[in-house]
């Protein structure tokens, strides 16, 4: 069995979080992230035929990190797991 997991995040916010972490202008890591992503998009689409790799639907769990810190991102899934007899 799998279980798949996506952790999704406000756009601005993961920007913001990327920003700062390597202390760059938010509008430039915007144009890099937007950049990245339509990459992605394009790979999943051409090696997979997934047109909408982050779509919600496709996973059997979403969380949301932008009000939980990753130790709290961990703690959340650990406990899905549990209740969903994983472990």
């Known amino acids: ?17 990327v920003a700062n972490r390597e202390q760059k202008p938010f509008e430039i890591v915007k144009t890099e992230t937007v950049e990245r992503e339509n ?5 999943y689409k051409q090696y997979y035929g997934i047109e909408n790799f982050d779509d919600t639907k496709n996973f059997d769990f ?15 899934i650990f406990e899905e ?4 007899n994983f472990i």
């Open 1 to 17: 069995d799998s279980f798949k997991v996506i952790l999704v995040c406000d756009f601005d916010e993961r920007v913001q979080r």
């Open 39 to 43: 990459s992605i998009r394009s790979r």
């Open 62 to 76: 979403v969380v949301d990190t932008v009000p939980n810190n990753a130790e709290q991102v961990v703690e959340i």
């Open 81 to 84: 797991l549990k209740k969903r």
